[in-house]
């Protein structure tokens, strides 16, 4: 089916002695999106990935890839997917190529066509036959993501790719994701501790705390807040007999004052009412505009200001 998940996780729970790492994790990643997966230090984002990729065994629940039970299909599931948990592994005194061409000595069908195929997608055609140690560490994630895509994979799973680059080599491997998705069809899991690029990167984000599932969505429905509560910037005067009289009203979630203005926290039916209502009380409204919220703004909202790791 064409609108069949591309992942689904039902009732996933890990343990290891008494200590509960993933708690009844249930979600579903949809085909040719890229899936942004965040959480504080120790959420357990690591280990979720490690049992998606058969790493590390499930204690109860089902994890499918492309319909297949990872753990009692593992070959069948497993052939969809090519993954770099933690950092890509290469033999730095081998090139580019003699990395690719021996990884492709362990997968049946790998043609020569094919590496080179991949070579061009990362577009290391230019330094494929140096030396592995000579190249960036942005060099080194591309060439391991094309070590994951040479047996033409439906699922890309990346566990914090950006990590040892700088803002150059981020983006660069943002784009060629992007460029995977949109060409190839892949779709791509991907954790990161970088919250900006996870906005500028992802379709869809889950946000996992102490190995529960907080919250899933796509990534506009995160940060528009839509027919959810919205913040707004009012500039008026008095600025104090504002905040009063604000705080004071009804379904207001919250206000504070600012240099700028009061920052009001509403839905957005509700801000003519009080407009009305500050105007009524003879305050001067001078201006008022919604605050778009970053994806790192609504993160810290949701885990309390837990530092994601």
Known sequence: MANEPIVSLRQVTKRVGRKTLIDNLTFEVPQGEI??????????????????????????????????????????????????????????????YQNLIHFARMVPG???????????????????????????????????????????????????????LDPAGIRELRDYLRHLTRTEGITVIVSSHLLSEMELMCDSVAILMHGKLVDVK????????????????????????????????????????TDEGLLVTAVRDQIPAILAHLMRQDIQIYGVRAVRQSLEDRFLQITGGEQVG
């Open 110 to 164: 790998v043609t020569k066509e094919r590496i080179d195929e991949v070579i061009a997608l990362v577009k290391l055609e230019d330094r494929i036959h140096d030396k592995v140690r000579k190249y960036s560490l942005g060099m080194r994630q591309r060439l391991g993501v094309a070590q994951a895509l040479l047996h033409r994979p439906s699922l890309l799973i990346l566990d914090e790719p950006t990590n040892g």
């Open 218 to 257: 796509p990534i506009g429905d995160f940060i528009g807040g839509n027919e959810q509560a919205q913040t707004y910037l009012i500039e008026a005067t008095p600025a104090e007999q504002a905040l009063g009289e604000i705080k004071a009203i009804v379904g207001v979630q919250g206000v504070e004052m």
């Open 35 to 96: 899936f942004g997966f965040l959480g504080p230090n120790g959420a357990g984002k690591t280990t979720t990935i490690r049992m998606m990729v058969g790493l590390m065994a499930i204690s109860e629940g089902e994890i499918r890839i492309k319909g297949k039970n990872i753990k009692t299909e593992f070959e069948q599931a497993i052939r969809h997917v090519g993954a770099i948990v933690e950092n890509p592994e290469m033999y730095k005194f081998l090139t580019g």
